[in-house]
């Protein structure tokens, strides 16, 4: 059972299984406004069955529990713009949801993976030497973040109070097919699509540390079939770039100047920089990233948004009116 599965990171996840694997799956998703049901319809069948309905349903995720032998939970609201402007949802679903998820699989006795993100370790100054490992003390800086971690902390309390069988990752920013154009990567390769500039928050010197979303989904599945219970593994690929830089590689793959963009407003609490070690994955599991030429798998997205405007068109006239109502 694949929770949030119509999501940019969980759909990709499902097309994993079915190419990789022999494994069916239910996903329960309450299609909001990021989900993208186009992604799993050519999937549906034999092995692909889709419930649209909420994580935070007792009832409902109770009964689907039981019919299965594991749950990877990726469902969330997921951008942090959003959690500023109304946090509610972020509570509701990453905290209430993963809470009904852990008394599922406690009174089943499931297997269960949480999906997290790297945001829960707050953010590093530019020049720290240390990355983000599983020792990193938690300092979440947005509701996004906050309710991420409140969720990673139930995770471990019901692993250690109750016995729940489960795993944890936190990864680093995804980019790929499928992401909601509200994201700064898609954002700007659709932007240049449309022929608009690339919006900037700030000066752009913040720093992310970019993962191509089938090596998360790899790392995923292996860390539910090999990882030790009640463990959390960080996923990363040693992708770290400022925002300035990938807005200048995208403004030189569009033949456009490298002052072709607008500075914005700056995001509230903007994080500084995210970086992961992910020593312990790799030595324990053996994890290793196969889509690691950021260029490359860069070039890969803009042709995918390129070839899939009917998808992205019409959700992007309403993200950029919300942007532009913030000044962004
Ligand atoms: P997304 O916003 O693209 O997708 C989220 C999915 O969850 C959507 O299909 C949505 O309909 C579904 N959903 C939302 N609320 C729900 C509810 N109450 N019940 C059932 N389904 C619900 O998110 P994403 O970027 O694919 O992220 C997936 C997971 O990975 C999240 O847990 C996120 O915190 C985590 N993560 C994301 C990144 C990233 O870079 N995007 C990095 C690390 C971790
Ligand atoms: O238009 C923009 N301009 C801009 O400069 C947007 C949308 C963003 N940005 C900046 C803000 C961040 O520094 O780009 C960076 C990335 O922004 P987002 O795509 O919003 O991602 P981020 O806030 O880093 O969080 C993402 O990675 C971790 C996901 O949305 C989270 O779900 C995940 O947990």
Redesign the pocket.
């Given at each position: 059972m694949v929770t949030g599965g119509a999501g940019f990171i969980g759909s990709n996840f499902v097309h994993h299984l079915l190419t990789h694997t022999d494994a069916r799956v239910t996903v329960l998703d309450k299609l909001t406004y990021a989900a993208n049901k186009d992604a799993l319809t050519p999937l549906l069948g034999d092995r692909l069955e889709l419930v649209v309905g909420d994580v935070a349903d007792r009832a409902l995720v109770e009964r689907l529990v039981g019919e299965h032998d594991a749950v990877v939970h990726f469902a969330a609201e997921?951008?942090?713009?959003n959690s500023l402007r109304d946090p509610e949802p972020f509570i509701a679903t990453n905290i209430l949801g993963t809470f009904a998820l852990l008394e599922a699989v406690r009174a089943a006795g499931t297997r269960f993976h949480h999906v997290s993100?790297?945001?829960v370790y707050g953010d590093l100054e530019l020049d720290d030497p240390e990355r983000f490992t599983e020792e990193t003390a938690y300092r979440p800086s947005s509701p996004?973040s906050a309710s991420?971690a409140a969720s990673d902390h139930l995770v471990r309390a019901w692993v250690r109070s109750f016995g729940v069988q489960a795993t944890l990752s936190n990864c680093?920013?995804?980019y790929g097919p499928w992401q909601h154009v509200?994201?700064?990567?898609p954002?700007?390769i659709t932007n240049l699509i449309e022929g608009r500039r690339p919006?900037?928050?700030g000066a752009?010197q913040?720093v992310?540390d970019w993962i191509h979303v089938d090596d998360h989904s790899a790392a995923v599945w292996q860390i539910l079939n090999e990882g030790r219970i009640g463990e959390t593994y960080l996923i990363g690929a040693d992708g770290e770039r400022n925002?300035l830089d990938v807005v200048r590689a995208l403004l030189a793959h569009f033949g456009r100047a490298e002052d072709d963009f607008d500075h914005v407003v700056d995001?509230a609490g903007?994080?500084l920089r995210?970086a992961i070690d992910a020593t312990k994955l790799r030595t324990e599991l053996g994890w290793r990233p196969q889509h690691g030429d950021f260029a490359e798998g860069l070039a890969r997205t803009v042709d995918w948004y390129r070839a899939n405007q009917q998808w992205w068109g019409p959700l992007k006239a309403a993200t950029e009116a919300a942007?532009a109502a913030r000044g962004?």
């Open positions: 997921s951008h942090n713009d993100t790297d945001e996004y991420k680093s920013n995804n509200e994201k700064f990567i954002r700007q919006r900037l928050y752009g913040n992310r925002n995001r903007h994080d995210y942007y962004q």
